[in-house]
């Protein structure tokens, strides 16, 4: 019988077990950034342990840089603290760092593709939730804490336990206007925010087949908001094509070999599966949260739940927690609600497919007055490209900020949040309360487009009518 | 560096109900702008504690009658979203030393256990009999067995759920596991070494 790819790349990274029966796993590439890595570096320097193969752990700073203003010291005397820590810890032990001033620095889960660091058949850690990101190239990738960040920069491993492996099918074709942020909530409100704990999600199907890179990435980054702390897609053409001539891709014979090795991580296509769920693209349309966990979202044409919609008293109260956090009263449409915030960005849509996306539909309209609306490109790479495009003109011009790169107003630990309980239409993974910076602040989680059609309408709405993208289909 | 072997845990409990209580939640991204994971467990559950203007509100954590809890009670999926360790180094800076929910998020759990801070999963009858018996007398002592898997509070008896490598970590003092991972070196030597991508 065959062997999946998690199995292989767990295989291939297996030290040995451990006296509690754990594995020792071995971590081929560690990220990290300023939030969750300072206090291991502090825990090393107590025990006088070094790091142990520094070239394998790359640095970038993301979650407390503003993206509104570029020179240090930072008026936020914590963020400067921070960032000025991150520099020292990688100068003194050798740790690669794409600091602010190389022209590479941005969101760690941008960052590292990039760069052809995320590399297939590979085990990737950071100490960041949104790591499953990477499973987009075949890795298996995911989040740690901070022990861990710790137990990898001194081993270069980490204890785990194997997890079991779902396959989630997605065939048929999308219709137009829907991406692949709609795949994933549609997934995320289908199986539950838990329903993949002890999983690992292997996405596959004619539409991961036909996804890019970037849109593989978007699904994977948010693989934890459905409990699953790895998600990831077989390695094949499109992978290889993208990591071609990236910085830290191999080169010339070295090329060869990795490719070929890359590619025989893939899945067996006779391997057996824990589970599998078999989902058609038709039915999935351009979907929105209504609540405070990814998983309550309804399509766009749909009614917010009322209590009564839920199952079981702990469902029920579950939905009266978030109507009320929400303001919502429950059995009213989800289109039309008045928006305050529009924020483009953050690890799961950051990139220049999503920007480029938006701005092909965005030229020629105007934001909403009443609404704030920001771009954040998810890294430096990202910027240039996108400026060398003009994309930047065509937001500016819209009425959005153009902002410089980081992870802004997806978690406010940054100057970009939300106030008193301003509604937010957010292409960010999160809708917690609170996420946003102000704990009553609301956020409904959508497309990168739909996010431009709230923001150009004042209200959550339908991007396909928005922008005429049902007539110009011809539907 | 010989680590305590956590046969059981003791102590008062208090209940915070609610399902998906993420990790957001239980420290706020705002809190976490430090070097060091000092000083958090003052800021666990800051804005479900407080208002906006920093006022104490109703909530169980607030209630004296649970000052001395060390066991925290609650619902479904606890310790979802992001992986911060600040999560369960402040719900233990803030005294806890165990938590029984129905379901934890895998990252949560790990980061936990790897702090000797037993999280047990029990039904939500079972916890809403532990709920309502420390609610009614919150100096109630609760025991969580760790090697019977179980906990005992008032006379009664319900099963618990903790995974075995997590339980024998516990049982074992093996629950931070950097000693075993650094023993393992020239295991890691070998196998990084016939790994292309992983050479300098």
């Keep these: 019988m065959g062997k999946s790819l998690f199995k292989k790349v767990w295989d291939a990274h297996s030290v040995r077990e451990l006296p509690n029966g754990q594995t020792q796993l071995l971590i081929g590439t560690h990220l990290i950034h300023e939030v969750t890595s300072p206090q291991a570096f502090g825990m090393l320097r107590e025990r006088g342990i070094p790091v142990r193969f520094p070239h394998r752990t790359f640095a970038t700073v993301d979650h407390i840089v503003p993206t509104n203003e570029v020179a240090e010291p930072y008026s936020d005397p914590l963020a400067q603290a921070m960032i000025e820590e991150l520099r020292k810890n990688c100068a003194d032990h050798g740790v690669t760092f794409f600091d602010t001033n190389t022209g590479h620095q941005g969101i760690v889960h941008i960052v590292g593709p990039e760069q052809g660091i995320t590399q297939p058949g590979t085990t990737i850690a950071c100490g960041d939730s949104h790591t499953s990101t990477h499973g987009a190239f075949g890795a298996i990738a995911f989040g740690i804490g901070t022990s861990q960040v710790r137990d990898v920069l001194a081993t270069q491993t980490i204890a785990l336990n194997p997890l079991k492996v779902r396959r989630i099918n997605v065939d048929g074709e999308l219709a137009p206007g829907v991406y692949a942020k709609d795949v994933i909530l549609h997934i995320i409100r289908l199986l539950g925010t838990k329903g993949g704990t002890g999983f690992a999600y292997e996405y596959g199907g004619s539409v991961f087949d036909g996804f890019s890179m970037e849109e593989r990435m978007t699904v994977c980054n948010m693989s934890i908001e459905g409990g699953a702390r790895v998600g990831y897609v077989n390695p094949d053409e499109t992978t290889v094509e993208y990591l071609k001539g990236r910085p830290f891709a191999p080169k010339g014979a070295g090329w060869d070999r990795a490719v070929e090795r890359w590619l025989s991580f893939a899945s067996d296509p006779d391997c057996e599966y824990d589970d599998v769920v078999n989902i058609r693209a038709e039915n999935i349309a351009p979907t929105v949260t209504w609540g405070i966990t990814p998983g309550q979202a309804v399509f766009i044409h749909e009614n917010i739940p009322t209590p009564d919609d839920g199952g079981t008293e702990s469902a029920r109260e579950s939905i009266r927690e978030a109507l009320e956090h929400m303001s919502f009263a429950g059995g009213e449409p989800i289109r039309g609600i008045p928006v305050d915030v529009a924020f483009l960005g953050s690890c799961t849509n950051g990139r220049l497919s999503d920007l480029k996306e938006v701005a092909r539909y965005l030229e020629g309209h105007k934001v909403n007055p009443r609404v704030k609306a920001i771009c954040v490109p998810g890294s430096q790479g990202v910027s240039k490209i996108a400026e060398e495009l003009g994309l930047d003109r065509i937001f500016r011009e819209a009425g959005f900020e153009w902002r410089a790169a980081g992870c802004s107003m997806c978690l406010a630990m940054n100057p970009d949040k939300l106030i008193g309980n301003q509604l937010c239409a957010s292409s960010s993974n999160r809708n917690f309360k609170g996420r946003q910076g102000s704990p009553t602040g609301r956020t409904i989680l959508m497309s990168p487009l739909m996010v431009a059609a709230a923001a150009v309408t004042g209200e959550i709405a339908d991007a396909r009518e928005v922008f005429g993208i049902l007539e110009s289909a011809g539907v | ?200």
């Design chain 2, 1 to 200: 560096m010989a680590l305590e072997k956590i046969h059981s845990v003791t102590g008062r409990a208090v209940y915070v109900p609610g399902d998906d209580i993420d990790t957001d939640r239980i420290i706020p991204a705002r809190f976490m702008k430090c070097v060091t994971f000092d000083g958090l467990g003052e800021y666990l559950f800051y804005d479900t504690r407080h208002t906006p203007d920093g006022e104490k509100k109703d909530h169980p954590l607030n209630d004296p009658r649970h000052a001395e809890a060390s066991i925290l009670v609650s619902g479904n999926n606890f310790g979802c979203g992001s992986s911060r360790e600040h999560a369960p180094q402040a719900i233990y800076r803030a005294g806890f030393r165990a938590v029984v929910a129905e379901s934890f998020a895998e990252i949560f759990f790990g980061n936990s256990i790897q702090l000797g801070m037993p999280c047990v999963t029990a039904d939500a009858a079972d916890i809403r009999k532990l709920a309502a018996t420390v609610r009614e007398d919150p100096s109630t002592r609760v025991e969580i067995d760790v090697k019977e898997r179980v906990v005992r509070f008032g006379g009664m008896e319900i099963p618990c759920g903790l995974r075995d490598g997590a339980r024998q970590s516990l049982l074992e003092g093996h629950w931070d596991p950097i000693q075993d991972l650094l023993e393992g070196a020239p295991e890691v030597e070998a196998l990084a070494g016939g790994l292309e991508y992983m050479r300098a």
